[in-house]
C-alpha cells in the first residue's frame, strides 16, 4: 500500500483535558476627553426607567399607557378635523361676499330695468306704445257670467 494511506493508531486514548489560554496582553487604557455639555447624557440622566424594567415588562401599567395614547391620538385627530373645518369656513366665507356682490349688482339691474321708462323704450321697436288715458274697471253682472 501507499504510505500515505496508512494511518498509525494513537496507543494511548485522548481524554479532557484543561485548555491553557495564553495570557492575554492588557489593553492600554484609553483616555476620554469629557466634553462639557451633552444633551444626551442629561436627558439619560433625567429619563432614566431601566429601574422599571429590572424584572421584565411591566403590564401593570400598560392599561394607562394605551389610554393616554388613545387620548394623544384623539386630540391630535380632533386638531386636524378642526383646522381643516377652520379653512373651509374661511373659503365659504370669501365665496359668500363674491356671492353676496353678484347678486346686489343683477338686483340693482333688474330694478333699473323694471322701470315704466325703461320698458317703454325697450319695446318701442316693436310697436308698442304707452297709454295716455288711464286704466278703467270692467264690471260684469253676477248673472251673465
Known sequence: MAPNLMTKKAAVPKGNSVRVRPEEAPKPEV???KKG???FKLLDRYTNVDFLF?????TKYLPHVLFLTGVTLFYIGNTHYAEKTIRKIAKLKIETEDLR????????DYME???QSEVARNV????????????YQVIVPVDEY
Open 31 to 33: 483616555k476620554v476627553k
Open 37 to 39: 455639555f451633552s444633551l
Open 54 to 58: 429590572q424584572e421584565g415588562v411591566p
Open 101 to 108: 356682490a353678484d347678486y346686489t349688482t343683477l338686483k340693482s
Open 113 to 115: 330695468a323694471s322701470k
Open 124 to 135: 318701442a321697436p316693436l310697436g308698442l306704445v304707452e297709454s295716455s288715458s288711464p286704466p
